[in-house]
């Protein structure tokens, strides 16, 4: 988005269960990495 103020923030992934709502795990995005096997978004979940 060109026009969106503030480009810059952190990213969180978080897997949580969908009845509970409990938190199994979360992972901040750190910027991109040296090896991406599958692609962005296949790593973080396989993480």
């Known amino acids: 988005?060109?026009?969106k103020?503030?480009?810059w923030?952190?990213?969180?992934?978080?897997l949580a269960g969908g009845?509970?709502?409990?938190c199994y795990d979360f992972v901040f995005y750190?910027?991109?990495?040296?090896?991406?096997e599958h692609g962005f978004c296949?790593?973080?979940?396989?993480d």
Request: aromatic share 8%; net charge positive.
């Open 42 to 46: 296949t790593d973080i979940v396989l």
């Open 9 to 14: 923030g952190y990213k969180m992934f978080l």
């Open 30 to 36: 750190t910027g991109k990495g040296n090896k991406q």
């Open 1 to 3: 988005m060109p026009n």
């Open 5 to 7: 103020p503030n480009r």
């Open 19 to 22: 009845e509970s709502g409990i």
